[in-house]
């Protein structure tokens, strides 16, 4: 079946460091490839989305491009802040569009000033 | 529209009593999933409907658990003879149907059970 994993956290970063959160993903075809972020206290929120191979997502500065050869989805951000102080969750949904949401386990980011 | 809303946002029943959780999806959404939390995890999968049809309910979900849309608006969750371990949080999410939709989460449902 549908799977994604994503890198053990927690993982603390000074202001202004680069981020990056592996995923890596199993999945038959062609699925669409998502990262939600949930910061403290709200609920899980859409961060960016990739619908096919080789398109990158983006959105607040952060960026993921669909590697379908690397079966990978990797979140990047060039200098963080403390306000991306969040728990990060890298999902998939199915090539027919009529599965639901697989989430992976979730990478807590701690930014410090 | 104020988005997925879920009531109520927190329950402790002791244990053996029946909870019902109750959610309220976008309206435009025929789409409505619930999904389970616990700490440290990703969301697992539960259920889903489209409009009021049930389409599919994960394996590991046990029989003590039901979920309802009737007539394809607000759904519920309800969970007979709660246990220790269905101690969670019970999120509640809504999409338009379609290949890389994305789906709205309420806040969620944080049930206890002592």
């Known amino acids: 079946g549908n799977s994604v994993t994503q890198m053990e956290g927690p993982v603390t970063l000074s202001e202004e460091a680069f981020l990056t959160i592996n995923c890596t993903y199993t999945?038959?075809?062609?699925?669409?490839l998502f990262w939600y972020v949930q910061y403290p206290g709200e609920g899980l929120q859409l961060l960016l989305k990739?619908?096919?191979?080789?398109d990158k997502g983006s959105n607040k500065g952060f960026e993921a491009t669909y590697r379908k050869e690397t079966t990978s989805f990797h979140l990047e951000k060039g200098s963080v802040q403390v306000s991306d102080s969040a728990v990060y969750f890298c999902?998939?949904?199915?090539?027919?569009?009529?599965?639901?949401?697989?989430f992976g386990k979730g990478t807590r980011l701690s930014v410090i000033a | 529209d104020t988005g997925v809303s879920q009531n109520p946002r927190h329950k402790i029943t002791k244990r053996g009593q029946n909870v019902t959780f109750r959610c309220d999806p976008i309206?435009?959404?025929?789409?409505l999933y619930w999904y389970r939390q616990t700490l440290g995890q990703g969301p697992e999968f539960l259920t889903y409907?489209?409009?009021?049809?049930?389409?599919?309910k994960s394996r590991l979900l046990s029989d003590r658990f039901s979920a309802e849309r009737p007539k394809g608006s607000f759904s519920t969750l309800e969970i007979q003879r709660t246990e220790q371990g269905d101690s969670a949080m019970y999120l509640c999410a809504s999409s338009q149907e379609g290949v890389g939709t994305e789906a709205f989460f309420g806040q969620g449902t944080r049930l206890t059970v002592v």
């Open positions: 409907f489209q409009n009021e049809a049930q389409l599919e």
């Open positions: 309206s435009e959404h025929n789409r």
């Open positions: 999902a998939l949904s199915g090539s027919s569009g009529n599965t639901p949401l697989v």
């Open positions: 990739a619908t096919k191979a080789d």
């Open positions: 999945a038959t075809g062609y699925p669409s």
